[in-house]
């Protein structure tokens, strides 16, 4: 289920040179997973953009994004003050029910995120996560908020010079085997890397193109071995196990 509704911009501020953190003020009653995602309609634009859901409240959401295009430019020009069409509570986000009581978070890039609010809700079911990043050197964002949290927090940049230097699979052999399970979100090469580098069932989030963003035109559909799945429908969370690479 998702809904359509206004939401006033609260805060809209610049995380790194390319990475922005927004917070909106609004209903997020249908917001019910982490992982869940949001579709924004812009003034000009023909299509919404999704974008993940960093972590909400009873009547704030917190949205980071990255500039990488003319909507998401559009984005980090706006100030507090302005509204915003969205589109809540898509996708089926994290199942967090599960008997992992180590679980390992890898996020990538804007894949860390979505991560935020799963760090909480697992750290309230008496859980104690791990997790593992990837970003450019000038794009480290975040960690201090996840350490804040009493996460354990390993970080992998290509120059070395946030954490060690490598991909993430060179940051999570830190943490093995002391993880159970692992919850990822970010770019297709690290999450079939993750899948090839570690034994551990897991879940993940993929990132992708999409036009409606809630299952009616089928442009963001993928295979899987139980049949074709839409990201932004049935996903944008699919088990390691159903993933056809």
Known sequence: M?????????????LTATVWRMVLGGDTQWITAPGQFVDIALEGRYLRRPISVCDYDATTL????????EGTAQMS????????DLLTGLGNGFDVHNAA???????????V?????????????????????????????YADE?????????????????????FVTTAIAE????????????????????CDAVPQDGQLSFEERMGCGFGACMGC??????????????????TKGEVIW
């Not at 009581?101 to 894949?111: A, D, F, K, T, Y």
């Open 2 to 14: 998702y809904k359509k509704g206004i939401y006033k911009i609260l805060a809209n501020e610049p």
């Open 62 to 69: 917190t949205l980071i994004y990255k500039v990488v295009g």
């Open 77 to 84: 020009r706006m100030a507090a003050g302005g509204e915003l």
């Open 101 to 111: 009581q180590r679980p390992l978070l890898v996020g990538g890039g804007v894949g």
């Open 113 to 141: 995120p979505p991560l935020y609010n799963l760090a909480k809700v697992l750290l309230a079911a008496g859980k104690r996560p791990k997790c593992c990043a990837r970003n450019s050197a000038d794009e480290v964002f």
């Open 146 to 166: 996840f350490r804040a949290l009493g996460c354990d927090v390993h970080l992998a940049t290509a120059d070395g010079s946030a954490g060690v230097r490598g």
């Open 175 to 194: 943490c093995r085997p002391e993880f159970d399970y692992f919850y990822a979100c970010g770019p297709l090469p690290m999450l079939r890397a993750l």
């Open 221 to 238: 559909s993928c295979k899987t071995k139980y049949g074709n799945k839409r990201i932004c429908k049935e996903g944008p969370v699919l």
